[in-house]
């Protein structure tokens, strides 16, 4: 998988508020729709939902240290659980194996 380095802020695009600091519990997302913006010291990255859908759990470990999303992205860097508005969209997402193809076929670092 892709890793973020340096994460250094995150800032939530719920509800088409800008200014929130990380997902928080009850914020919906359309599928494909500005879900958070991560910062590092060089650039600054969107982060796009997969699926439409409500916030159900947000990670507040990684929302107070965003060094997480870089660093344990598959692990403790998680940023939100999603209740889905459309449960057949999930039948979309790739699994782990399916994203790893995808980024080989693009050249990407990993």
Same mark, same amino acid.
């Given at each position: 998988?892709?890793?973020?380095?340096?994460?250094?802020?995150?800032?939530?695009?719920?509800?088409?508020?800008?200014?929130?600091?990380?997902?928080?519990?009850?914020?919906?997302?359309?599928?494909?729709?500005?879900?958070?913006?991560?910062? %590092?010291?060089?650039? *600054?990255?969107?982060?796009? +939902?997969?699926?439409?859908?409500?916030? @159900? $759990?947000?990670?507040?470990?990684?929302?107070?240290?965003?060094?997480?999303?870089?660093?344990?992205?598959?692990?403790?860097?998680?940023?939100?659980?999603?209740?889905?508005?459309?449960?057949?969209?999930?039948? %979309?997402?790739?699994? *782990?194996?399916?994203?790893? +193809?995808?980024?080989?076929?693009?050249? @990407? $670092?990993?």
């Amino acid at each position: 998988m892709c890793r973020l380095p340096s994460v250094a802020r995150l800032e939530s695009a719920a509800n088409g508020e800008e200014n929130t600091v990380g997902p928080e519990v009850g914020a919906t997302f359309s599928k494909n729709g500005n879900a958070a913006t991560v910062e %590092s010291v060089k650039a *600054a990255s969107e982060i796009y +939902a997969p699926i439409a859908g409500t916030v @159900a $759990e947000a990670n507040v470990r990684a929302i107070d240290d965003p060094t997480l999303i870089g660093q344990a992205p598959e692990g403790e860097g998680w940023l939100a659980r999603l209740h889905p508005s459309d449960t057949s969209e999930i039948d %979309s997402l790739m699994d *782990a194996d399916g994203y790893r +193809a995808l980024l080989d076929s693009l050249g @990407a $670092e990993q």
